[in-house]
Antibody, heavy 125, light 107 residues
Framework: QITLKESGPTLVKPTQTLTLTCSFS??????????VGWFRQPPGKALEWLAL???????RYSPSLLSRLTIAKDTSKKQVVLSLTNMDPSDTATYFC?????????????????WGQGTLVTVSS | EIVLTQSPATLIVSPGDRATLSCRAS???????VAWYQQKLGQAPRLLIY???IRATGIPPRFSGRGSATDFTLTISSLQSEDFAVYYC?????????FGGGTKVEI
């Protein structure tokens, strides 16, 4: 059974750095084609892709947040960590992690079939 | 960046109705690299369709997708009560990955 779960602070102050952890089970991030992505969704708004980390260490970031984002993995702990610096109230959102689709076609490794429940992060002083 | 525009923003329908949701891309999406997700209130997205028309595992046949180039459609042939949700399209042809603004299907 594949599961993912996000964890981290629910409240951060402006200018602080947000660090979120995605803990997963049921798959290995060292398996060919596997990736874990991060997304966010401000209250009442649409989904936004943030970053994606693949089994081979390849990392992709949203250009609009590139200077503030870092994604990293701890394969042995089965965790993927996302850091977002210089938090602002506009970063208030539910943050999700998700696993890439299992396929022999590389382009499908940009689709997401298993998601965590999400964690709401509020930015306020 | 490929911008996806979904319409309508809200679709008001009744159980048993047919619902047609549109997703228009700002440039050609090659190889129909478009996916659709369903999101219910307070839940994570659920993958419905990929490659514009292929249903993901366990998705009932009342969900169908079609389209090419810049215009893509998700159709729900006969709405069930559990289908009332927000639907998002996603393109995975180009980086960055982008989502549409969503269509809310409500009673």
């Amino acid at each position: 059974q594949i599961t993912l779960k996000e964890s981290g602070p629910t409240l951060v102050k402006p200018t602080q750095t947000l660090t979120l952890t995605c803990s997963f089970s049921g798959f290995s991030l060292s398996s060919y084609g596997v990736g874990v992505g991060w997304f966010r969704q401000p209250p009442g708004k649409a989904l936004e892709w943030l970053a994606l980390l693949y089994w081979d260490g390849d990392k992709r970031y949203s250009p609009s947040l590139l200077s503030r984002l870092t994604i990293a993995k701890d394969t042995s702990k089965k965790q993927v960590v996302l850091s977002l610096t210089n938090m602002d109230p506009s970063d208030t959102a539910t943050y999700f992690c998700a696993r890439t689709f299992n396929s022999t076609f590389a382009v499908h490794w940009r689709i997401f079939d298993y998601w965590g429940q999400g964690t709401l992060v509020t930015v306020s002083s | 960046e490929i911008v996806l525009t979904q319409s309508p923003a809200t679709l008001i329908v009744s159980p048993g109705d047919r619902a047609t949701l549109s997703c228009r891309a700002s440039q050609i999406v090659n190889h129909n690299n478009v996916a659709w997700y369903q999101q219910k209130l307070g839940q994570a997205p659920r993958l419905l369709i990929y490659d514009a028309f292929i249903r993901a595992t366990g998705i009932p046949p009342r969900f169908s997708g079609r389209g090419s180039a810049t215009d893509f459609t998700l159709t729900i042939s006969s709405l069930q009560s559990e289908d009332f949700a927000v639907y998002y399209c996603q393109q995975y042809d180009n980086w960055p990955l982008t989502f549409g603004g969503g269509t809310k299907v409500e009673i």
